[in-house]
């Protein structure tokens, strides 16, 4: 199984910042098998990130994905009010689909 | 527009029984993988289950193997979860979650969930 571990557990930027989340696999995922997504308070996710680097329909393109092997960022640019919300990763190539525990981005 | 509709939560006793639906509209249903995810609550995310286009293949996570039961009904458009033997671990928000066309175990449209509460 691969664990995925977030790091850090909560990050506190202000609005216009850059925010910097990491995303490390117990093992390689292969294929670059690696998603983002994001959950606002009170909502299901949604989809940001796929094939570690690939925005899904719609997202803006603050928000960047990188790495492969075992080490992922995501990174948003600048942040917007509507960007402060739990992030989570997840490999997709290999059961069991294991998320990481997820990072909270907080306003400072 | 995809829209994905979880209903059938609510409270269970501990080795009691619950079936969760979920009513998918907005795409060709019978062609994706679909799946159930959960979130216990104040917690992180959970894959549960998965069964492909078809029905004739199914996943599970290890934590509900044996007690819970994915399916669907293409004729309806509606994806269920049977859930038996819950135990009070199982309480979470039950996610439907639409899987991508190529690669079915990546989540591209989700419901907005149901709540399971397994307590005496």
């Known amino acids: 199984e691969i664990v995925l571990t977030q790091s850090p557990g909560t990050l506190s930027l202000s609005p216009g910042g850059r925010a910097t989340l990491s995303c490390r696999a117990s093992q390689s995922v292969t294929g670059g098998y690696l998603a983002w997504y994001q959950q606002r308070p009170g909502q299901a996710p949604s989809l940001l990130i796929s094939g570690a680097s690939s925005r899904a329909t719609g997202i803006p393109d603050r928000f960047s994905g990188s790495g492969s092997g075992t080490d992922f960022t995501l990174t948003i640019s600048r942040l917007e009010p509507e960007d402060f919300a739990v992030y989570f990763c997840q490999h997709y190539g290999s059961s069991p689909w294991t998320f990481g525990q997820g990072t909270k981005v907080e306003i400072k | 527009e995809v829209q994905l509709a979880e209903s059938g939560g609510g409270l269970a006793r501990p080795g009691g029984s619950l079936r969760l639906s979920c009513a998918a509209s907005g795409f060709t249903f019978n062609t994706c993988a679909m799946s159930w995810v959960r979130q216990a609550p104040g917690k992180g995310l959970e894959w549960v289950s998965t069964i492909n286009y078809s029905g004739s293949s199914t996943y599970y996570a290890d934590s509900v193997k044996g007690r819970f039961t994915v399916s669907r009904d293409n004729s309806k458009s509606t994806l269920y979860l049977r859930m038996n033997s819950l135990r009070a671990e199982d309480t979470a928000i039950y996610y439907c979650?639409?899987?991508?066309?190529?690669?079915?175990?990546?989540?591209?449209?989700w419901g907005q969930g149901t709540l399971v509460t397994v307590s005496s």
């Open positions: 979650a639409k899987g991508e066309y190529n690669y079915g175990f990546l989540f591209d449209r």
